[in-house]
């Protein structure tokens, strides 16, 4: 006998008669019986209790008075003992936001990787998001060819609506002389009316300068000047928008603002609907020293690992919170019948069109007609189209609104028709709306006819809010090319797809030194789920959705993940949470392992096929439990050594 085997002497707890046992090192042993034969009693309550009361005992009297005493196993004596750790058969929970990636520590280092290496990009228009200094801007602006005439420009409002008198005069206070309002550049000493109604862009001219060599200091300080009034945001234009505006019936000295009292006025008409916000004029260079977009001119928060977290405030989607399902209403039971229009009654709520109100009329047609004009339909190609032939976009339009784009109404109820603007929000936010402010017991079970437990519209099952979903690594490995995924969709990969995409992570030098411990560790986790059979898991995965077995598997690579193998005890119980694979993962974490076999309760130790040990059972001669008959049909199979059982 080994010196370094377990040897255990008398056990005598709970039904336990006086068993002697030698349990040998670096193996997987299992232990069949009947039920109450005591297995449990022998793994879990003699050796694992044992090996925690020891180390308790070792630690300090002062981190004992926190952890308590524990009590001593009803044994004689057992040698060999190693800090023992407890996986039991106790149902891992039902909580939905544990997943397969949680429960083995995965996702905590896939959160700290995309926060660290991770490529930002915008959910609008998907440029990627970057930060940079005042220097590089510089050195940018002045990479452009020598001779060309550019304009810095600061941008101070985006879409929004107003006349914006005052700020036109508060700039002209601060000493600048031009702004540029909706693409086109005026004379602040113009008095410019702008329509009220409609949305704006405008953008302060800080200087306009030719690119030379000699010009250096003058654009450094215009660039300073300008990320101050921009709020960390320029745009440098090319030197063709430096034109004037001016009245066609305005002389020159007042167009150019030398005339007394002759000031030109004019209205600027509506705001462009295309490409607005920073970046969106043709020509245009955006520059950014925050975590922004430079073409749209949103800005983020900078990634952390709680922005990845669907368990956060800072990273679940708003919708779901993190859940990835809503109780909402369905869209298939909202419309039954696909082959009939809008016009027909296609949505049940909403009924045929002869059969609504003036009101309700006049604000599906708004949207129509606006979002017509947008996409370049047809007339009535909205409202007369059978539901089925729309697309999904056009769809997903009807049900859960249009954002934030400007819709224009026409309420045909007086004398002359009316237009005014506004936005719509969808049929499903509007019954939402009801369902939540209604009273009425019988209007709330007539609309709970059409809800259902679906997919978060918002993330689409992702968890994660709208930045988190957009940032991305990129990989080399061959099966994918060079391929980039977000993390929700690195977690619907299987494993074997998973560990694939992590071998070849193409990251620069410096970005593979920040996340080499972080690739360290989700290899390895990944290769464990491998060995011990999970490769069909994929790490999204739910843990009410997973076997007994699984759930024990994956909480054995949790508690194994310190790589405490070589000096530690595993007390696990079921076959499912060990057998799995068993022989691969044990050969693979301690080379030359062998599985042994052992029905409880007997001193006196027999060996069986292929080497194994197993013992016969005092307790209920004749009799063999599930586990024991599994391990005969296990063991009789023709293998070539503790791999292939």
Not at 363 to 377: H, K, N, P, S
Not at 396 to 423: C, D, F, N, Q, V
Not at 485 to 507: G, H, K, N, Q, Y
Request: charged residues 25%; glycine residues 10%; aromatic residues 6%.
């Amino acid at each position: 006998m080994p010196a370094s085997d377990i040897v255990i002497r008398g056990a005598r707890e709970h039904n336990l008669r006086g068993v002697d046992l030698v349990l040998p090192r670096n193996t997987l042993i299992c232990m069949t019986g009947v039920s109450g034969s005591g297995k449990s009693s022998l793994a879990f309550d003699t050796v694992y209790a044992e090996g925690q009361r020891r180390y308790v005992e070792s630690l300090s009297s002062f981190a004992r008075q926190f952890l308590g005493n524990m009590p001593k196993p009803d044994v004689d004596m057992i040698a060999g003992l190693s800090p023992s750790i407890s996986i039991s058969q106790k149902s891992a929970g039902n909580n939905p936001r544990s997943t397969v990636g949680t429960m083995t520590e995965i996702y905590d280092y896939l959160r700290v990787l995309f926060a660290r290496v991770g490529d930002g990009f915008c959910p609008g228009c998907q440029t990627k998001i970057t930060t940079q200094t005042r220097e590089s801007i510089i050195e940018q602006v002045m990479r452009r060819p020598e001779g060309e005439k550019a304009v810095l420009l600061a941008p101070l409002i985006r879409g929004q609506k107003g006349e914006y008198r005052d700020l036109f005069t508060d700039l002209l206070k601060q000493g600048f002389v031009r702004a540029r309002v909706d693409g086109a550049i005026y004379r602040l000493t113009d008095e410019l009316n702008l329509d009220r109604q409609m949305r704006h862009d405008i953008e302060v001219v800080i200087d306009r300068v030719t690119i030379k060599p000699d010009q250096r200091g003058r654009i450094a300080e215009a660039v300073e000047l300008a990320l101050k009034h921009g709020k960390g945001t320029l745009i440098a234009a090319r030197g063709e928008a430096d034109e004037t505006k001016s009245d066609t019936g305005a002389n020159s000295k007042s167009a150019s603002g030398r005339g007394k009292g002759g000031s030109a006025r004019r209205r600027t008409g509506r705001g462009s609907r295309t490409a607005r916000g920073a970046g969106g004029r043709p020509g245009d260079t955006v520059f950014s020293v925050d975590y922004s977009c430079g073409k749209c001119g949103r800005s983020f928060q900078p990634p952390s690992p709680q922005l990845f977290s669907f368990n956060s405030p800072q990273g679940m989607c708003p919708e779901c919170d993190g859940l990835g399902d809503l109780f909402t209403f369905d869209a298939a039971l909202l419309i039954p019948d696909e082959s009939k229009s809008l016009n027909e009654g296609a949505v049940e709520t909403i009924g045929p069109w002869k059969d609504l109100g003036r009101w309700r009329r006049h604000i599906y047609q708004g949207v129509a007609e606006t979002m017509e004009r947008l996409w370049e339909l047809p007339e009535g190609h909205l409202l007369e189209t059978p539901w089925r032939n729309l697309t999904e976009e056009q769809q997903e339009m009807w049900l859960y609104g249009t954002g934030g784009k400007h819709i224009t109404y026409t309420w045909r109820g007086g004398a002359s028709p009316m237009k005014y603007g506004g936005t719509y929000d969808g049929i499903i936010p509007e019954l939402l709306d009801k369902y939540r402010n209604t009273k009425s017991k019988l209007h709330l079970k007539k609309l709970e006819g059409f809800m259902n437990t679906v997919r978060c519209p918002g993330c689409g099952g992702q968890r994660l809010n709208e930045q988190a979903r957009n940032v991305k690594i990129t990989t080399a490995a061959e099966r994918f090319g060079d391929l980039s995924l977000s993390l929700p969709e690195v977690c619907e990969l299987s494993v074997t797809e998973a560990e694939d995409f992590f071998s070849a992570v193409a990251l620069d030098d410096i970005r593979a030194t920040i996340a080499a411990e972080a690739l360290k560790e989700i290899r390895g986790r990944l290769g464990f789920l491998m060995n011990v059979g999970l490769d069909y898991l994929t790490l999204s995965r739910t843990a009410p959705t997973l076997s007994g077995g699984s759930r024990s598997a994956s909480a054995w690579r949790g508690r194994s993940a310190a790589g405490l193998s070589a000096c530690c005890i595993f007390s696990m119980s079921r076959r499912s949470a060990c057998i799995r694979g068993t022989t691969n993962a044990c050969s693979a974490r301690w080379p030359g392992s062998a599985i042994r076999a052992t029905r409880s309760l007997s001193s006196s130790t027999t060996k069986t096929r292929c080497g194994r040990r197993t013992t016969s059972s005092t307790s209920a001669p004749g009799r063999a439990s599930g586990a024991a008959r599994w391990w005969r049909k296990a063991t009789s199979q023709k293998s070539p050594g503790p791999s292939g059982a």
